[in-house]
């Protein structure tokens, strides 16, 4: 599926495009960015009896504003109470990178990060937190399938070989099932 434009009104869209391409596809966990939580909540929601493992992935603590959470604690108790796992750590393209970026203008993290971009923010999203979540354990190192979007709700999905953040080039992108054109 391609969206003509990106951002939070292709949400709903992307979400049953996962959910139905991981239960036709048999595939057994699903790894979801969310800031705030409220994409991370739908996605809960609709895997509800469906067998399929959730993993939120959120920023770390400190992402915008020093010390802060952005994550909605209650929302992330609801994500809990529908089965899925929040996971809140460090981002894997921008972590102590971003600190060297500020002495040098750029870091090698960098240019990762925007080669993906260039599928769109929501594919490096995607490879970044199936990363992220491999990191934590949430995951096994297996096919599973990456939701993200470009700055507010889901826009982005892939079907993604996971691996954890050392292993960052064993990560493969198997398929691109939803994406927008323009971004």
């Known amino acids: 599926m ?7 009104h292709n949400t709903q869209d992307t979400l049953r495009i996962a959910v139905e391409e991981a239960g036709k596809r048999g595939i057994s966990h699903m790894v979801v960015a969310s800031t705030w939580g409220d994409t991370g909540l739908k996605a809960a929601k609709l895997l509800q009896g469906k067998g399929i493992a959730l993993a939120v992935v959120s920023h770390n603590t400190g992402f915008s504003q020093e010390g802060v959470q952005e994550f909605d604690q209650a929302t992330r108790a609801q994500i809990e109470k529908l089965g899925g796992r929040v996971y809140t750590g460090t981002m894997v393209l921008r972590n102590l990178g971003t ?10 993290q960098d240019l990762v990060a925007h ?3 260039m599928l769109g ?14 990191d934590a354990g949430l995951i096994p190192c297996e096919d599973v399938i990456a939701v993200a979007g ?28 939803a994406k927008p054109r323009a971004f």
């Open 2 to 8: 391609y969206f003509d434009k990106a951002g939070e």
């Open 121 to 134: 923010q929501g594919m490096k999203v995607c490879v970044e937190i199936v990363a992220m979540a491999a």
């Open 115 to 117: 080669t993906l971009r």
């Open 99 to 108: 600190a060297i970026r500020s002495l040098q203008s750029y870091s090698q």
């Open 150 to 177: 470009t700055g507010r709700g889901a826009d982005t999905v892939a079907l993604i070989r996971a691996n954890s953040s050392n292993n960052f080039f064993q990560i493969k992108v198997r398929e691109i099932l």
